[in-house]
């Protein structure tokens, strides 16, 4: 897949650009203190056309395959933007611009896969309250390693899933949230 990329900026890419971007998403402030629980409302935005909802689905659906086959870094971002996609604004398509940016800066992806035993980790973690509405993000990352030992560092391997989602309930704390998280990541492992 070493050309993907430059083929979809190349069909995707209304104007060039050699702006530097080494984050493929804007994240939300961190808040802290007594108010550090409040949902932060998204400001309004005038809506996109027809054009520009196609053209949102298409980005989307183009380095989502990308995503999941070889670059991760990049789930967050398609992830709070397919979550607008049905009813895209400009701040939509700001956000697919800065995707794109960061997609120039950084072309070429590799996933390294190295020999081990045949057993499946998983990587668990969730954000609370980083998703719109109140919402918090569940993650995961599986690969074949070793059996974890106390005391000895796990070895990382190369994905072979990860998980990238909104958790469909508004956690009442981060506690909560990771054992959403924990519950959405060993469904997945279970499968496997």
Known sequence: MSNYVRKQLVHYRRSTSNRKQYCPFEPKPIHYGKKSDEIVPEAESPPVGKDGEKYIRQVVGSFLYYARAVDMTILTALNDIAAEQAKPTQRTMQRV??????????????????????????????????????????????????????GKPIFLNGNIKITCEIIKIVAASAAEAELGALFINAQEARVI
């Open 97 to 150: 611009e800065q995707l794109l940016d960061y997609m120039h800066t950084n072309p070429d992806a590799v996933i390294r896969f190295r020999a081990s035993d045949m057993i499946l980790n998983l990587h668990s973690d969730a954000s609370y309250l980083s998703a719109a509405r109140g919402r918090s993000r569940a993650g995961g990352y599986f690969f074949l390693g070793s059996l974890p030992q106390n």
